[in-house]
């Protein structure tokens, strides 16, 4: 039954073609379905649907994401772009590009989740159009769009393009950086402005996220160049125009601020880089893995093109001097950072999204020349010689990864509707586990039966339009865990109830638990007895601002109305320290107390419905 559904999916348009008269069918054909004409349309729609669809369709997470977008906030509010502010204090971690274009998001759409996190998708869709521009300039249109449409339809790399964080931006600009870099390589008689523009794109990724794109960007060059054994690549780092201008982007912001602010240099060249790489960072904010913390991450970070890696594994001659290096500068671009980000103490899952332009465009190649072989091993005229055997052998790898990539698509669209603890049950693991294996061999066949090179592009389109399906469930799963506990639900309690002379406070935790709160609340909310980590180096420069202890709280609860909130886990110890007096309202995993005495008092609010 599947074989039937899959043919008739893949043949449609040309059922379609058929049904109309020959001098229409082949001019209309030629127009609407040549290849020329399908492949920059689908290297475009592609990518802007999987960035750009469901930015609003969850607020904000109480976490990184809830961090930036208020800085950025708290930047456009106060016309501060030079020392970025978390919650009134300096919040130095981080170089202020980020928070420019998300300012400058705000200011144009106004203040939404979808506004800000354009900051992450509009370069990432810009990173996929100028990878369909590089490869189709050097490797052809096929493998431009084959590249373009795999970078986008790697699900986690598109879901980290819906957050509000450095990496996305930071893979864009790096990306777009490389690709100059390469293409100088390739084409010596290229413009000098390229590699120019190459270095402004990796001055921005310094000012994105400080000196980790400039060490991750010459340890890529000079892999890649060592690779080669060439010295004629050497010569593009001797420009003199390019650090002069990498430079001209890079040193104002950071002069200015180590002039405007106290204790720059330390904490932020000091402190951020070098300390954070030897897990010596302070306070200690980080997370911590094993040399082998990526690996697994690798693979999951290219679903569902995780089946065609087996692709990559295989050693084969390239057609072209160029296609070898290409490949030559991919491994070198997935190989170095990979070991520097093994190598550091600091780990995060979505550090290695810089590696995915890389993952993508390999691929791409890998693809090209799997399509090729399947070709020669469905040519009639060579259908009984050994050639021919060996083209079929050849082709297997590609209509089994295809298999796997399908049937892993199936059973994960059957499995998140419900997705939730019921699934790690042994029973319905297996379960899924006997579905996967028998959809493989049954999508193998299928995509094996495919008699040409259109129809099994469209196979592989196929895989690319289960990830729009594929990409909501995430957006909509993830969004109801944000949604439960999210800070937007205690904005709309405090906006409703608090008025503007009720001031409100956090009691003791901020990120990850109440990150988001005073981007809803649309100014900064001080922190009651705070053990945030991040806003460590803010307090200690400005005290009893964003941070207070609970005496200066109790002073301010007895003077007027006041709301602070709490996670549902401190309330004990916030009403052993507050006291009695006070009425609250839960959300999830969240309660907002109000000091119910002044709403007693002429002109409060209503009378306290419970106590704590």
Known sequence: MLRVLLSWALFLPQRLRLALPPPVRHARWKLAFGAQAVYPLVAVLAPACLFLLWLNAFPLRDNNEGLYAEIAREMLASGNYLIPQLNGVPYLEKPPLLYWLAGAAMALCGPAPGAVRLASALPMLALSLGLFQFCRRHLGMAIACYASVALA??????????????DPLLTALFGGSMLCFLHAYLDPRSPAHVQRAGAVLLGLAVLDKGAVALVLA?????????????RRGWRLLRDPVAPALFLAVVLPWHLLAAVKQ?????????????????????????????IWFYLPRLLMMTMPWTPFLLLLARRRPWRERKHAAVVRFCQAALGFPLLFFSLSQAKADYYLM?????????????????????????TPAQAHTPAHVQARARGLPLATCWGAALATCTVMLVALPDADGRIWAPLPLTLLALAWLALVPVATRSFRALGSTRAREGALLLIVLLTLPLLALLVDRGGDRAAR????????????????????????????????LPFYLGRPVPVVDSISRDLAF??????????IDHAAFLRRSRAGPVAIAVLAERRAAFVA???PGWRSEAVGGKIVFFNAAHENRPGGRARARDGP
């Open 153 to 166: 339809s790697m699900v986690p790399v598109t879901l980290l393009a819906h957050l509000v964080l450095f």
């Open 218 to 230: 010459l340890g890529v060059a000079a892999t890649f160049l060592l690779l080669m054994r060439q």
């Open 262 to 290: 106290d204790g720059f240099a330390w904490f932020f060249v000091v402190n951020e880089h070098l300390l954070r790489f030897l897990g010596r960072r302070q306070p200690d904010d980080f997370h911590r893995g094993p």
């Open 354 to 378: 810089v590696c995915a332009p890389a993952l993508a465009l390999w691929l791409a190649l890998a693809l090209a020349q799997a399509l090729e072989q399947q070709a020669q091993a469905h």
């Open 485 to 516: 506990d999210s800070s937007r639900r205690i904005a709309d309690i405090l906006l409703a109830q608090a008025g503007p002379e009720r001031a409100v406070f956090i009691y003791r935790d901020f990120e990850d638990r109440f990150a988001s």
């Open 538 to 547: 803010g307090c200690t420069l400005a005290p009893g601002t964003a941070c």
């Open 577 to 579: 320290m507050a006291g």
